[in-house]
């Protein structure tokens, strides 16, 4: 069996490629880095360090790279023999591997293949779906999707970024968790170890971009106003620590009461999140993990969504409203969107902004509530 992965960062290796090969899949990743793709294409092997007490190393062989500037018709034609084809490139890329994919799906004769964006962003299988579509016809498209399944996904796991001895060897968080919506296959299902087939596949997506995205951004923003650089120290902050359970105490109760998720068992899966936060053997900084403030305040991420979904029920959030706060007021220069953020603060009125960058009424009770404490 084949996959080709789009993304052969620290994410694509240590967590899609890890379990593509325990899998039994040979994997090509694709990645716009020669120098990873090189060592890639000469070591043809490399370790998966699991970062907790006495972890253990993973050995990921059978793989190979290609580069997508000066390789682009060999990755059309691997994809036209591939039997999955994921990503791990940031949602905002999706649109540029979308080419190569419609190309290589276009000359597959008839071989039921799976196309898997997973990104950390509600539906992007689909999206990468509609950027495909973009480069076929109708009648193209039709005969393309009767092999292929383009299944949404929720994937979680903590990688960040690191630097070792050897340039392909990546530290990872011991949990991970893949969740595949088996409703949007129309085949036999992929032969994926470690991922899980859902039916319904929204309550998954929800409840880890409302725990794990929301706590760990809460973390890093309010991590980056009191001059804290890792998530490990600044979860070890107690008013930190007090803030983040505040907000992931209104998260649950959003999720309990929409989908019925056992009060008892959600509040130790949110336990097991701040844990993981706390993880020693593994520093993330809290600048990588704030990056993009403009797309994670936005109407249907990790803060807005869930503190108007419980407008909408009758509680009013308030923790929430201290990593929303905290959020707009992420400077970091080099970070695009905080630059961009911290322009249009600069420059437009704060009412004109806090509704442009998170798409609520201008009207709303929580854009009102927001202006009081940015202002």
């Not at 979308?98 to 597959?108: F, M, N, S, V, Y």
């Not at 902050?237 to 907000?247: H, K, N, Q, Y």
Request: hydrophobic share 40%.
């Amino acid at each position: 069996m084949k996959a080709v992965h789009f993304g052969a960062g620290n994410i694509g290796r240590g967590f899609i490629g890890s379990l593509l090969h325990r899998s039994g899949y040979e994997v090509v990743f694709v990645d716009v880095n020669a120098e990873i793709i090189d060592e890639l294409n000469q070591k043809k092997a490399y370790t998966v360090h699991i970062a907790e007490e006495n972890g253990q190393n993973e050995t990921v062989t059978n793989v190979r790279g290609l580069n997508s500037q000066t390789q682009i018709e060999q990755v059309i034609e691997e994809i036209a023999s591939a039997d999955i084809v994921t990503t791990a490139v940031g949602p905002n890329i999706l649109k540029f591997v979308a080419e190569p994919i419609a190309k290589g799906l276009k000359q597959r004769a008839g071989k039921d293949v799976f196309v898997i964006a997973c990104e950390n962003a509600i539906g992007a299988t689909e999206t990468l779906k509609s950027h495909i579509e973009t480069y076929l016809t109708e009648q193209e498209m039709a005969e393309m999707e009767k092999v292929t399944s383009f299944p949404n996904s929720a994937v979680d796991r903590i990688v960040p970024n690191q630097q070792h001895e050897e340039l392909l060897t990546v530290a990872v968080e011991p949990f991970y968790e893949w969740v595949i919506d088996e409703a949007a296959i129309h085949t036999s299902r992929p032969e994926i170890s470690g991922a899980t087939f859902v039916q319904d596949l929204t309550p998954y997506i929800e409840r880890k971009l409302f725990t794990v995205n929301t706590g760990h951004a809460m973390v890093a923003y309010l991590g980056f106003a009191r001059g804290i650089e890792a998530i490990n120290e600044a979860i070890a902050d107690e008013t930190i620590e007090r803030m983040v359970r505040g907000a992931l105490e209104e998260t649950s109760t959003l999720l309990t009461e929409k989908y019925g998720f056992d009060r008892a068992e959600h509040k130790r899966y949110v336990e097991k999140i701040l844990n993981r936060f706390k993880n020693p053997y593994l520093s993330d900084d809290v600048k990588r993990v704030g990056r993009g403030p403009l797309r994670k305040l936005s109407f249907n991420e990790r803060f807005i969504k869930p503190a108007r979904q419980l407008v909408e029920l009758g509680y009013e959030p308030k923790a929430l409203l201290e990593g929303i706060e905290a959020a707009f007021q992420f400077d970091v220069q080099s970070d695009e969107e905080s630059v961009q953020l911290q322009q249009m603060l600069a420059q437009k009125e704060l009412k004109e902004v806090i509704v442009e960058v998170t798409g609520l009424d201008k009207n709303s009770a929580l854009v009102e509530e927001i202006e009081k404490r940015i202002s």
